[in-house]
């Protein structure tokens, strides 16, 4: 199932692997070597080139780990996209607003990608599964960032949301726009 919303944006319902684009985005951690979610399932179907690339970024320039908002990219491997860009959410805090970090990730990524110039990016819904952010706010950050940050060459960003709910958040979002 998949609606366009607008010439940018787009909602995909499904699983971000199977996503035919410029650069897909993984919700990693800073560790970089995988995890699970949207990471275990694009080092599973990406095949271990992924997981080497992101051994020698480690070594090369991230040893105590990629700091959280920031990206990173790699070979997108057996995968069918040119890049992976590795991003690292913020763990959802009550106590502590965190939302800034979660906009940083969605923007750094957005700019990595028009800088390896990309023309189409799928973004997860970064932090809001194992990390714990609830969906309808992490669907307002990452609408809301991606609508005021969307960079040549980009032309469109595809949010692939994995579950009905997801979706639906999403979609309101978009329409409150
Ligand atoms: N395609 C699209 N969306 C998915 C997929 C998929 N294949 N699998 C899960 N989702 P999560 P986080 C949704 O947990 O919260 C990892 O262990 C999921 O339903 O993947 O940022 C990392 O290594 C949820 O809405 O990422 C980190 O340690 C959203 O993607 C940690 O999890 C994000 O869920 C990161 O946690």
């Known amino acids: ?19 035919s684009v410029d650069v897909i985005v993984n919700a990693a951690n ?9 990471d275990g399932a694009i080092h ?11 051994r020698e970024l480690r070594a090369s320039h991230h040893g105590k780990g990629l700091p959280t908002g920031q990206a990173v990219a790699t070979t997108a491997g057996r995968l069918d996209a ?3 860009v590795h991003t690292v959410g913020p763990v959802f805090s009550g106590a502590q607003d965190r939302s800034a970090l979660l906009a940083s990730c969605y923007r750094a990524s957005l ?9 189409t990016i799928a973004f997860p819904a970064i932090s809001t599964g194992i990390y714990g952010w609830p969906m309808d706010d992490g669907a307002r950050i990452a609408v809301r960032t991606v609508l005021a940050e969307t960079v040549e060459p980009v032309e469109e960003v595809r949010f692939v949301l994995f579950d009905a709910h997801a979706y639906v958040e999403f979609e309101e979002v978009l329409a409150m726009r």
């Open 44 to 54: 599973r179907r990406g095949g271990p080139d992924i997981l080497a690339a992101c």
């Open 82 to 84: 040119r890049w992976i």
């Open 30 to 38: 800073s560790s970089l070597l995988g995890g699970g979610g949207v």
């Open 111 to 119: 700019r990595l990608a028009a800088e390896l110039g990309a023309r």
């Open 1 to 19: 199932m998949s609606t366009s919303v607008s010439p940018a944006v787009r909602l995909v319902r499904g699983d971000i692997t199977d996503q």
